[in-house]
């Protein structure tokens, strides 16, 4: 008995798991207001190696990746999109694709719902995303993010 307890601790504590293979820069966000709201630029760092499918542009059998946003009292988002220098399509076979590689820009636009500028404001929502190396593509992840902007 005591030999099957060793063999479950070390199979919880030393397999290792497997990490985010995207992350969120918090440092880098940019937030801009402009006459009708804001629009906020948050930075994400996908790891060497590693690609994540686009929003747009990939096979039917593929994830893409989406994000979504927590709902807030104070601001509705009316659109966001998607930049990456990193973007490139790649072909599995004959099928082809759109990637993102080693980093990309969420810019989100929203409009305040309530002018009240003592209030702090958060956006916080989450990346939904599958990435894959040269080999294999790995099960689909979620990135929380949040950010504070007023």
Same mark, same amino acid.
């Given at each position: 008995?005591?030999?099957?307890?060793?063999?479950?601790?070390?199979?919880?504590?030393?397999?290792?798991?497997?990490?985010?293979? @995207?992350?969120?820069?918090?440092?880098?966000?940019?937030?801009?207001? !402009?006459?009708?709201?804001?629009?906020?630029?948050?930075?994400?760092?996908?790891?060497?190696?590693?690609?994540?499918?686009?929003?747009?542009? @990939?096979? #039917?059998?593929?994830?893409?990746?989406? @994000?979504?946003?927590?709902?807030?009292?104070?601001?509705?988002?009316? $659109?966001?999109?998607?930049?990456? #220098?990193? #973007?490139?399509?790649?072909?599995?076979?004959?099928?082809?694709?759109? @990637?993102?590689?080693?980093?990309?820009?969420?810019?989100?636009?929203?409009?305040?719902?309530?002018?009240?500028?003592?209030?702090?404001?958060?956006?916080?929502?989450?990346?939904?995303?599958? !990435?894959?190396?040269?080999?294999?593509?790995?099960?689909? $992840?979620?990135?929380?993010?949040?950010?504070?902007?007023?």
């Amino acid at each position: 008995m005591k030999y099957c307890n060793f063999l479950f601790f070390a199979i919880i504590f030393f397999i290792p798991v497997q990490d985010e293979f @995207v992350v969120f820069q918090a440092e880098e966000t940019e937030v801009e207001k !402009a006459e009708t709201g804001y629009e906020i630029k948050l930075s994400f760092k996908i790891l060497d190696g590693y690609y994540i499918q686009a929003e747009t542009g @990939v096979p #039917e059998n593929i994830i893409p990746t989406q @994000v979504s946003f927590k709902k807030n009292e104070f601001y509705e988002i009316t $659109r966001h999109k998607f930049f990456s #220098e990193g #973007e490139q399509t790649i072909f599995l076979g004959t099928v082809a694709h759109n @990637v993102l590689s080693d980093s990309f820009e969420l810019r989100v636009f929203l409009k305040l719902k309530k002018e009240d500028l003592k209030q702090v404001k958060k956006l916080s929502g989450k990346i939904f995303y599958q !990435a894959c190396n040269n080999r294999q593509c790995f099960f689909p $992840r979620n990135l929380d993010f949040e950010v504070e902007f007023i």
